[in-house]
């Protein structure tokens, strides 16, 4: 049995169509249009194809017609045209909205979760070198009182003590400080606030991790 565009089917299948598109080929009204505007043999009911009945009027308002009017123009005028219309076909300028609103959601919901993302604290490696008075200062006591100061965001690494001549050592002394959170002139300070101990502080190395 030949689908005729007299038969409620076909208005249930044209009004699927016109949910997500806007023109039978395209981006605007074509011939296409008008001829499935004038096999259309009445005005579809808004209440029964909604999609259907918004894309009947507007082709109606683009040729200059009423909805009323239209609807008595004749099926018979469009015959010739049906076998190059492809109705349910698609087109590479068509604008699926649909498409695009998914794809605009599912690209709002990804920059959503990458902004909630905990981004990776950005820390640094740093060799300080710290100097005794002289010979008489007591280095443990001093390596001990260095490695006493606490500071969030700051951890201390290994240590030696480097000879520098006349029965002097140096503290050598590595620690990482996460960046946001550990100054190094902060830090240097309260070193060099062990008055007792050391002489100068000296920024040896950094090295970003």
Request: hydrophobic fraction near 45%; charge should be negative.
């Amino acid at each position: 049995m030949s689908l005729t565009l007299e038969t409620p089917l076909a208005f249930k299948l044209l009004n699927g169509f016109f949910e997500n598109a806007s023109y039978v080929k395209g981006v605007e009204a074509s011939d296409a249009d008008k001829a499935v505007f004038e096999a259309l043999p009445e005005g579809p009911s808004e209440t029964a194809y909604p999609h259907l009945a918004r894309w009947y009027k507007h082709i109606a308002a683009v040729q200059g017609l009423t909805a009323k009017a239209a609807s008595a123009a004749p099926a018979a005028a469009a015959a010739e045209e049906d076998d190059d219309i492809d109705l349910f076909g698609s087109d590479d300028e068509e604008v699926d909205e649909e498409a695009e609103r998914i794809k605009a959601q599912r690209l709002a919901e990804y920059n959503a979760k990458k902004a909630a993302k905990p981004k990776p604290i950005a820390k640094t490696t740093v060799t300080l070198e710290v100097k005794p008075w002289d010979d008489e200062t007591d280095i443990d006591a001093m390596t001990k009182a260095v490695r006493d100061i606490s500071m969030e965001g700051l951890l201390w690494g290994g240590f030696q003590h480097v000879p520098v001549g006349f029965g002097i050592k140096k503290l050598q002394i590595n620690c990482v400080v996460e960046d946001d959170k550990v100054s190094m002139d902060d830090l240097t300070e309260a070193i060099e606030a062990l008055e007792d101990y050391v002489q100068s502080v000296d920024v040896a190395a950094m090295q970003k991790i």
